[in-house]
């Protein structure tokens, strides 16, 4: 059973650590989600194994003819809907063994607060998530890596008690504002150097 202190990792790590291509990619994902680091992706593509592997187990047992196979292939289908990594309809497993670990990293509440306007930046978001300014389905959240089902996706909200519910609030505004004035032009010292230098030459030409 083990200590309940110390429960069991959720997530597994590369095969090989060294791998330049792969470190790359994963340092990419984790600037582009505003991933804390690189557990939180291991995460997501855990989550992302574990659907494939059913995936392929069901296939197998699917060629068999097992009636149990299909019902759970049913199942499997219905709840990656329910997460908003499948279409509602007329998908099949052939579909989840072609998702990857960017589809699952956008159905992150991070990742759906930010791309709902909410917040400026991923980064952002995940400080207002934790801080406890961001509502899901009218409860609060403060799981940044929490995985939005598609019918709690339209019921995030700031929290009533936020300060964020204040349009003129500061970090409401839009990133960048008055950064398009021009900017001021330097002072015209080259041409005053250069007309004192001109008369040093009319000498030396003398």
Known sequence: MGDPKKPRRSF???????????????????????????REF????????NLRGQSRELQARLRTGEEQATIETDKLLGKCARMGLLPMEGS???????????KVLERRLQTVVASKGLSNTPK???????????????RRVTVPGYIVKRAEESTIEYNPSSPFTDDM?????KQ???????????APE????AEAEQPTAEKKEE
């Open 92 to 102: 099949t497993l052939d579909d989840i063994l072609a998702l990857n670990e960017e």
């Open 190 to 193: 080259a041409a005053p150097a």
């Open 12 to 38: 597994d790590t590369p095969a090989h650590p060294w791998q330049g291509e792969r470190i790359k990619n994963e340092h990419e994902l984790v600037k582009n989600y505003g991933l804390k680091n690189k």
């Open 42 to 49: 291991w995460k997501a593509q855990t989550v992302l194994r």
């Open 169 to 173: 609030h500061p970090m409401r505004m």
């Open 176 to 186: 960048g504002k008055g950064h398009d004035a021009p900017a001021p032009q330097p």
């Open 124 to 138: 952002q978001a995940r400080q207002m998530i934790v801080h406890g300014h961001v509502f899901l389905d009218g």
